[in-house]
T-cell receptor, first 115, second 112 residues
């Protein structure tokens, strides 16, 4: 299985809602990533988990809360978001970090709209 | 922060023509990668070139890397309408960080 899956595909939420994005991979990868991508822009790294531990937080606001329950799953909990947080949220995974071949495998993304 | 800068920002060609995209970066790297993204979808890894390599081929793709100029190019030969997508270069940080920094991307349109 060489696929990264993300659910839901689309999410519309109000500013007072709490929701979660989910990501799953079964490639045995030990690094997992959350990216945010605005229209016509490149992906921007938000978080990296390495061996289920948070290794990089790119100064993301606390209304985004990542969680890595096990080596196959990655969640992004959302609370009190702002309309400017509307974007495509991409999950990715890669082989054990620190090696020279850190090709990343991406999921299809969750299109988030905050009203 | 963005490390890579692609040019052109947009490229429109006819089917069968070759497409060349360029990427420049700022810091020393272990490797440079190219990804493709169809509209509103996830990114797909195309090719990785290591810092000690100068050229790499994969099917209709040819990538070059010039570390002295901190630049790379992606050539797609005999383009097809299905190649229409955005193309991003991505660089890691020398030292083995798992972090990738993506360039701004080139939007390629291949007209039938």
């Amino acid at each position: 299985d060489t696929e990264v899956t993300q659910t839901p595909k689309h999410l519309v939420m109000g500013m007072t809602n709490k929701k979660s994005l989910k990501c799953e991979q079964h490639m045995g990868h030990r690094a997992m990533y959350w990216y945010k991508q605005k229209a016509k822009k490149p992906p921007e790294l938000m978080f990296v988990y390495s061996y289920e531990k948070l290794s990089i937080n790119e100064s993301v606001p606390s209304r985004f809360s990542p969680e890595c329950p096990n080596s196959s799953l990655l969640n992004l909990h959302l609370h009190a978001l702002q309309p400017e947080d509307s974007a495509l949220y991409l999950c990715a995974s890669s082989r054990p970090p620190g090696g020279p071949y850190n090709e990343q495998f991406f999921g299809p993304g969750t299109r988030l709209t905050v009203l | 922060s963005q490390q890579g800068e692609e040019d052109p920002q947009a490229l429109s060609i006819q089917e069968g023509e070759n497409a060349t995209m360029n990427c420049s970066y700022k810091t020393s790297i272990n490797n440079l990668q190219w990804y493709r993204q169809n509209s509103g979808r996830g990114l797909v890894h195309l090719i990785l070139i290591r810092s000690n390599e100068r050229e790499k081929h994969s099917g209709r793709l040819r990538v070059t890397l010039d570390t002295s100029k901190k630049s790379s190019s992606l050539l797609i030969t005999a383009s097809r309408a299905a190649d229409t997508a955005s193309y991003f270069c991505a660089t890691d940080v020398e030292g083995g960080s798992e972090k990738l920094v993506f360039g701004k991307g080139t939007k390629l349109t291949v007209n039938p």
